[in-house]
């Protein structure tokens, strides 16, 4: 198909998958969320748990990337990552941020925003060494977010660490960690005909859960 401005225009789909209504979610917005996860797990989409992660920095200018959900429960959604990276940065400096999960195949779409902190140390040191041996060693090499002249010095630091970490426990860098975004409001969209899509709410406010209907 030629890509032109009218075929970019039209390309749309129209939602019939399901509905959502007041009085079948969950009245704890994680148990809900934990029902839908489990339908993606159930549909067997590819890395369900793939979710944007979007931060500000201290002026206010947003930012926005990938990142994989390693955890959730009451206390909030966890992640892992380069705590010098230009996002770790940003959280530190403005600990807000906002997580979407979009699972096109169920037409479902869930948006988190919420408060920041560093997991301790003892959960992000159990996790790193879960990672393949692989995994635990770019995050060593990695100078995350800055600049570098070519692959190569990568790749370069990559086999020498291979081979002095060979019989050896990989050490979790000081710089890498957890974080845990603790939810103040959580969105679940499902998708319907003509874009008059469901959209439930939870706020908590006074430290319960509270639900509204939002107009697609």
């Not at 807000?96 to 699972?103: E, H, S």
């Not at 159990?126 to 995994?135: A, D, E, I, L, Q």
């Not at 103040?184 to 005909?193: A, K």
């Amino acid at each position: 198909m030629e890509l032109t401005k009218e075929t970019l225009q039209n390309l749309r789909q129209d939602y019939r998958a399901a509905e959502l209504n007041e009085n079948d979610v969950n009245k704890n917005p994680i148990q809900q969320f934990e029902r839908w996860f489990a339908d993606a797990m159930k549909a067997q989409l590819y890395e369900p748990n793939v979710m944007t992660l979007a931060t500000a920095d201290k002026s206010g200018k947003p930012n926005a990337r990938i990142v994989l959900l390693k955890g959730f429960d009451e206390n909030g959604f966890s992640f892992y990552t380069n705590y010098l990276s230009q996002k770790g940065k940003e959280m530190k400096k403005n600990p807000q941020a906002c997580l979407v999960f979009f699972w096109a195949e169920l037409e479902r779409q869930v948006r988190i925003e919420g408060k920041v902190e560093k997991l301790d140390k003892e959960a992000s040191e159990k996790y790193f060494h879960s990672r393949p041996k692989g995994s635990q060693i770019g995050a060593i090499v990695s100078p995350q977010s800055q600049v570098i002249t070519n692959r190569a010095l990568l790749e370069t630091k990559v086999e020498e660490l291979n081979e002095f970490y060979q019989d050896k426990t990989i050490p979790k860098p000081a710089h890498w960690g957890g974080y845990i975004v603790k939810p103040i409001s959580i969105e679940f969209w499902q998708g319907r005909t003509s874009r008059l899509h469901d959209r439930i709410k939870y706020d908590l406010i006074n430290g319960k859960w509270q639900t509204t209907r939002l107009a697609p």
